[in-house]
């Protein structure tokens, strides 16, 4: 299964989300939208991104990875990342997921 699968799969509608620096610019982005009837946006704003910490397990080396760490990004964008697929682990075979 490509990465871009799972990434797609993981994420769902949040693909489709704007990321804004915070509740100002969503707020700002907002009354613009709704000004020029130009339709809907789910905003997420960083500073209210508070994603849980994860300890994932060690013990498979390679063969399990968080996805999160595959997902390429600015290092400002990381919260945003770890809030939509800090919960998910690549693992190289079902077997290997159903014992993690």
Known sequence: VPLSTAVEVTAGNSLFH??????????????????????????????????????????????VIPLARKVKCDARFERAVQQVFGKVLLCRSSELASAV
């Open 18 to 63: 704007v990321v804004v620096e915070d509740d100002n610019v969503a707020i700002r982005c907002t009354e613009l939208l709704n000004r020029n009837k130009a339709g809907r946006v789910t905003f997420m704003p960083l500073n209210r991104l508070q994603p849980k910490q994860m300890d994932y397990p060690t013990e498979h080396g390679t063969d």
